[in-house]
């Protein structure tokens, strides 16, 4: 599927691509490296199941990796939205384009949807200095719930890449917490590299690298990896406990 899309963007055309994550990102990495990549062509691929939306059908269905390993790439542009009323416009300004993409698409959801371009968009602000915490795609839901009553601003993207560098840099103090839907620890680099001149201390959650080998649902995945509301909410408040000491 990914050798034919390769050859129908060779001849011009802009081809989109659709599968589960793990089938169309994972098992055809190669192909998408040399198919796409290498011959410096762009295709659109449309995943979903994202990290665990099935795990009732085992781990041939989960794809926790898959933006990291689009991420070893050059020049993608990858959408996490975090409500299904973003996915249309987004889906028609990605194939409009010509540059190559991916869009995650999964069924853990916000509240509403919050489309923009892609920058990060401030949701809660606590103020100059205080703690930033970016949240990815359908977590901020949790996300917010999980800093409730904190002195935590919160910032959201459903593009992280090309990652809102210059966003970050205006928001972000010594403290950035990074919640993505994926591999935990993905835009690290990213936000290393941003803050490279800044002394801070970075906080990176997502899904764990450990095999749970679990089948359970969705939510039950969210809760395991800490992606919950209340696993969040341990895991910032942990690392926040020093700021907080330092703040008084």
Request: net charge neutral; proline share 7%.
């Amino acid at each position: 599927m990914l050798g034919v899309a390769g050859g129908l963007a060779l001849t011009g055309l802009r081809p989109v691509v659709h599968s589960y994550a793990p089938f169309l990102v994972e098992r055809a990495y190669e192909q998408i490296k040399l198919d796409l990549d290498h011959q410096g062509v762009g295709a659109v691929l449309v995943s979903i199941g994202a990290s665990y939306d099935r795990p009732e059908a085992g781990r041939t269905h989960l794809s926790p990796a898959d933006v990291a390993l689009i991420d070893t790439l050059g020049g993608w542009t990858v959408h996490v939205p975090g409500h299904p009323d973003e996915v249309p416009a987004l889906l028609r300004a990605t194939v409009a384009g010509d540059a190559p993409a991916y869009l995650r698409l999964s069924i853990l959801t916000n509240d509403r949807p919050r489309g923009n371009d892609g920058s990060l968009q401030v949701v809660r602000d606590a103020g100059p200095g205080a703690p930033l915490l970016v949240a990815v795609g359908p977590l901020l839901v949790a996300a917010l719930a999980a800093v409730e009553q904190l002195p935590v601003t919160v910032a959201w993207t459903h593009r992280p890449r090309p990652f809102d560098v210059a966003g970050l840099r205006a928001l972000a103090g010594t403290e950035v917490i990074l919640v993505e839907p994926y591999l935990a620890g993905t835009s690290s680099r990213v936000v290393g590299a941003a803050l490279a001149d800044r002394p801070h201390r970075l906080l990176a959650l997502g899904v764990g690298r450990d095999d749970l080998r679990r089948y359970g649902t969705a939510e039950d995945h969210s809760r395991w990896h800490g992606l919950d509301a209340a696993g969040l909410r341990r895991s910032v408040t942990a690392f926040l406990a020093p700021w907080a000491t330092r703040s008084r």
